[in-house]
C-alpha cells in the first residue's frame, strides 16, 4: 500500500508539473499585448522559461542532496505556482496602466515579468529532476516498471493545463487568477 500510495503522489506531482506551466500557454498572446512587445522581443520573452531551465538544471543534484528528491519535487512545484502567479500579478499591473504608462514604470514591470519567468523555468528544471529521482526510487519500491506512466501523468497534466488556460481566455478570466 505505501508504494502505490508514493506511486500516485509521484504522478500528482507529474500531473502538476505539467498543468502549471501549459496553464500559461495559451495566455502567452495576452502578454505580448499587455507589453507592447515586437516580435523579436516576445521571442525572446519567451525563450526565457527554458533558458532559466537550462540555467538551473546543474544544481539540481546539489539541491535534491541538500533537501531530498521528495521535498525537492514538493516545493519546487509549490514555487512554480507562486512564480507564476506572480507573472499574472505582474501583468496584471502593467495591463492596469490601459498602455499609458510607457516609461520607467513600464521597463520596471516587464523587467520583474521577465525575472519571474526566468525564476520559474529554473524552479521547473530543478522541479523536473527531483520528480525523476523520487520517481526511481518509487519504481525500485514498486519493483516492476512504472516510470512511464509518470510521464504519462506529465502528459495528462500538460492538456489538462492547456484546456484549462484556453478556458479561462475564452471566459475572460484575468490571467492573474
Given at each position: 500500500p505505501a508504494a502505490r500510495h508514493a506511486r500516485w503522489a509521484v504522478f500528482a506531482l507529474f500531473f502538476t508539473n505539467g498543468a502549471l506551466f501549459a496553464n500559461?500557454?495559451?495566455?502567452?498572446?495576452?502578454?505580448?499585448?499587455?507589453?507592447?512587445?515586437?516580435?523579436?522581443?516576445?521571442?525572446?520573452?519567451?525563450?526565457?522559461?527554458?533558458?532559466?531551465?537550462?540555467?538551473?538544471?546543474?544544481?539540481?543534484?546539489?539541491?535534491?542532496?541538500?533537501f531530498s528528491s521528495a521535498r525537492t519535487a514538493a516545493l519546487g512545484t509549490v514555487g512554480i505556482g507562486v512564480l507564476l502567479s506572480l507573472v499574472g500579478i505582474v501583468t496584471l499591473w502593467r495591463s492596469a496602466t490601459g498602455g499609458v504608462d510607457e516609461g520607467v514604470g513600464a521597463v520596471l514591470l516587464y523587467a520583474l515579468f521577465c525575472l519571474l519567468f526566468f525564476a520559474a523555468g529554473a524552479f521547473d528544471s530543478i522541479t523536473d529532476v527531483g520528480q525523476n529521482a523520487h520517481g526511481l526510487r518509487v519504481q525500485g519500491l514498486y519493483g516492476r516498471p512504472i516510470f512511464n506512466s509518470f510521464h504519462g501523468g506529465w502528459s495528462l497534466g500538460a492538456v489538462t493545463g492547456g484546456l484549462m488556460g484556453s478556458a479561462a481566455v475564452a471566459l475572460h478570466i484575468p490571467l492573474e487568477w
Open positions: 500559461i500557454v495559451p495566455r502567452y498572446p495576452e502578454i505580448k499585448d499587455v507589453f507592447a512587445l515586437s516580435d523579436p522581443v516576445y521571442g525572446v520573452t519567451v525563450a526565457l522559461f527554458p533558458l532559466g531551465a537550462i540555467v538551473s538544471g546543474p544544481f539540481a543534484a546539489r539541491v535534491i542532496r541538500r
